[in-house]
Nanobody, 118 residues
Framework: QVQLVESGGGLVQTGESLRLSCTAS????????MGWYRQGPGKEREMVAR???????VYADSVKGRSTISRDNAKSTVYLQMNSLKPEDTAVYYC????????????WGQGTQVTVSS
């Protein structure tokens, strides 16, 4: 089992930056993918960024160029640095992790609120 705990959310103004953190605990050795998803008011959950094997990354077009995902493998912690924040970034951000052949194989954090004021 894996437990994910997010931190770093809060209220910021347009144009400011924020760094989200997610620390995994439990059976973390086989985690190969970690990432961030978000769900804004009245919207479906969407992928923000993912990092595979601590190296390869993929970003949603809406955050590409102003966000960076990274992972500290030793600590099983994933970060999302978000710059030039926009009101459209307002959402609950959820940490995600997966393990190949795991049971279960996907894990989610409880979420951290990010609010960007206009």
């Amino acid at each position: 089992q894996v437990q994910l705990v997010e931190s770093g959310g809060g209220l910021v103004q347009t144009g400011e930056s924020l760094r989200l953190s997610c620390t995994a605990s439990g059976s973390t050795a086989d985690i190969n993918v970690m990432g961030w998803y978000r769900q804004g008011p009245g919207k479906e959950r969407e992928m923000v960024a993912r990092i595979i094997n601590g190296a390869n990354t993929v970003y949603a077009d809406s955050v590409k160029g102003r966000s960076t995902i990274s992972r500290d493998n030793a600590k099983s912690t994933v970060y999302l640095q978000m710059n030039s924040l926009k009101p459209e970034d307002t959402a609950v951000y959820y940490c995600y992790a997966s393990k190949p052949w795991g049971r279960p194989f996907e894990f989610w954090g409880q979420g951290t609120q990010v609010t960007v004021s206009s």
